[in-house]
């Protein structure tokens, strides 16, 4: 989680978003949900918005 919080949020953002296109395209492996939490709980703490 570390590497999260130290991103810039547009690069967290790109991320986040990169994440759930392969959830869409149905690519969906334990890590990528795991990846996905982090992401979401640092975003939170930031005060980031992910929706789309």
Do not use: C, W
């Not at 790109?14 to 334990?30: A, D, E, P, V």
């Amino acid at each position: 989680m570390n590497l999260y919080k130290k991103l810039p949020p547009e690069l967290l953002i790109h991320f986040y978003q990169s994440l759930m296109n392969t959830i869409k395209k149905g690519n969906l492996k334990k890590n990528t949900f795991y990846e996905l939490g982090m992401i979401i709980s640092v975003a939170a703490q930031r005060g980031i918005q992910l929706a789309d």
